[in-house]
């Protein structure tokens, strides 16, 4: 990887924290080109049924409004290759267990798999797994690895705001960043900018 890839690469996630407030597990593996150091081969390619799942859990994370959503820059399959060239034996393995438990804990909740839930449903449910990925990864992440839903959530997350709807239909895109103005007026609901990456400097 050469230091302008890296440089891209570290801006994108500081973007992403600055954007979200979220700081990514195992950020590390995308600024090391996202190279696992467990050695288990990824063997079980997913599914278009798991891919169609990855959209659907995406969308209802960054649902379509007068912007785009997430299923319009394929979010399932960046999150599905994501998670196979960089997470870890165990980060990987709880995201393919976190595919089936979304798909159970929707059937356990409403009679029906995730995709025949309505929209309404599908956020309540992926609120509460909210809820609960923030309690693991304060109590448990160190023992038991991420929660899956993190993991999903993240990805949704750095898929869309580093892409080139999520930067220049959602964020305000600055091909070349102007003067300095340390006093711009600012209007509750006002979209954070996006930068192109500098050639200067690294986060």
Same mark, same amino acid.
């Given at each position: 990887? +050469? ?5 891209? @690469?570290r801006?994108?996630i500081?973007r992403l ?6 700081v990514a =597990?195992?950020a590390?593996?995308?600024?090391t ?7 288990? &081969?990824?063997t079980?390619p997913?599914?278009?049924?798991e891919? #169609?799942?990855l959209? &659907? =859990?995406? &969308?209802t !994370?960054?649902?379509?409004t007068?912007?785009p959503?997430?299923? #319009?820059?394929g =979010?399932?399959?960046?999150? $599905?290759?994501?998670?196979?060239a960089c997470?870890?034996?165990? *980060? %990987?393995?709880?995201f ?5 438990? !979304? +798909?159970?804990? *929707?059937?356990k909740?409403?009679?029906?798999p995730?995709m025949e *839930?309505t929209?309404a ?8 797994l ?5 309690a693991?990864t304060r109590?448990r992440a $160190?023992? +038991?690895?991420?929660? %899956?839903? @993190?993991?999903m959530? &993240?990805?949704?997350l !750095?898929?869309?705001?580093?892409s ?7 964020? @305000? %895109?600055?091909?070349?960043p ?8 600012y209007?509750?609901?006002d979209r954070?900018? %996006?930068?192109?990456a500098?050639?200067?400097g690294?986060v």
């Amino acid at each position: 990887m +050469d230091d302008a890839e890296l440089m891209n @690469r570290r801006e994108a996630i500081a973007r992403l924290t600055a954007i979200t407030g979220l700081v990514a =597990i195992g950020a590390e593996a995308f600024l090391t080109g996202c190279r696992p150091q467990d050695s288990t &081969e990824r063997t079980q390619p997913f599914s278009p049924a798991e891919l #169609a799942l990855l959209d &659907e =859990i995406g &969308e209802t !994370i960054i649902p379509a409004t007068d912007t785009p959503g997430a299923k #319009a820059v394929g =979010i399932g399959t960046f999150i $599905a290759t994501t998670a196979t060239a960089c997470y870890n034996d165990t *980060s %990987y393995a709880n995201f393919r267990h976190g595919l089936v438990e !979304i +798909d159970r804990s *929707s059937r356990k909740r409403h009679d029906k798999p995730f995709m025949e *839930s309505t929209p309404a449903e599908r956020t309540a449910l992926l609120n509460d797994l909210d809820r609960e990925q923030r309690a693991h990864t304060r109590d448990r992440a $160190a023992a +038991d690895g991420p929660h %899956y839903f @993190r993991l999903m959530k &993240e990805l949704t997350l !750095i898929g869309f705001f580093t892409s080139e709807i999520g930067c220049t239909k959602v964020l @305000r %895109y600055v091909e070349t960043p102007g003067r300095f103005d340390g006093n711009l007026p600012y209007r509750k609901g006002d979209r954070a900018f %996006y930068y192109p990456a500098r050639r200067i400097g690294v986060v």
